[in-house]
């Protein structure tokens, strides 16, 4: 079936405005992940979901930021208030939820906060 | 803390030549390791990883990776690159037995010239 895909791909705001971002994963997959990627950075870990268990927030940088998911399908990562260092790629990803799976990444929105 | 380390950000290349990436982690306890590589205006994908058993596991493409958990390293390899293998490859790590956040490193750039 289809990857995991994102949507928008990409999105300019204006400083101190909300911003909805969406993640499709892939059909099955229990476990859904949010990574952020700055210019010249590595990939940060924002945030896990597992099936109805309660999500690993402990990457999220600030009480600006959250994410919801439904079941096991899609989710959405609000940025509230966004400023100019939340400019970065956010990517997806989703695994099958067992012991070691692979993690399948989306193609990530690119944000851009003027 | 929990890191990843990758020794080379920029890597230049001429095809045929042999290819080396170091990865250090530092992570408690078991380990799963990753080798994600994202060609240009592509999303991040799997390369190989490595989660028990033996230590030299073979990937996608010709590429190959190490785990020697005396050196806390994980570096990949391939004899000969080829124009195609231009890309940005990350290194990263998560904890054996469950398929929480992986951490991940800045990741190299390689430019092999044809």
């Known amino acids: 079936g289809a990857g995991v895909s994102q949507s928008p791909s990409n999105k300019v705001t204006e400083k101190g405005k909300d911003v909805e971002l969406r993640c499709d994963p892939i059909?099955?997959?229990?476990?859904l992940y949010w990574y952020r990627q700055r210019l010249g950075q590595g990939l940060e870990f924002l945030i896990y979901f597992q099936g109805n268990s309660a999500p690993d927030k402990s990457g999220l940088p600030s009480d600006r930021f959250s994410a919801e998911r439904t079941g096991e399908s899609v989710s959405t990562l609000t940025i509230q208030r966004t400023q100019q260092e939340d400019s970065a790629v956010y990517l997806c990803?989703?695994?099958?939820?067992?012991?070691?799976?692979?993690?399948?990444f989306g193609p990530g929105t690119r944000l851009t906060v003027l | 803390a929990q890191s990843v380390s990758q020794h080379n950000h920029h890597v230049i290349l001429s095809e045929a030549a042999s290819l080396e990436l170091g990865c250090n982690y530092s992570?408690?306890?078991?380990?799963?390791l990753f080798w994600y590589v994202q060609y240009p205006g592509q999303h991040l994908q799997l390369l190989l990883k490595?989660?028990?058993?033996d230590p030299l596991v073979k990937g996608i493409k010709g590429f190959e990776a190490e785990f020697i958990k005396s050196k806390f390293s994980f570096n990949l390899r391939k004899p000969s690159v080829q124009w195609s293998d231009t890309a940005e490859y990350f290194c990263?790590?998560?904890?054996?037995?469950?398929?929480?956040?992986?951490?991940w490193g800045l990741g190299t750039s390689l430019a092999v010239n044809p």
């Open positions: 490595y989660f028990s058993g």
């Open positions: 059909s099955g997959h229990t476990a």
């Open positions: 990263a790590v998560n904890g054996a037995g469950n398929n929480r956040k992986l951490i």
């Open positions: 992570y408690g306890g078991t380990v799963n």
């Open positions: 990803a989703s695994s099958l939820g067992q012991t070691n799976n692979e993690q399948f």
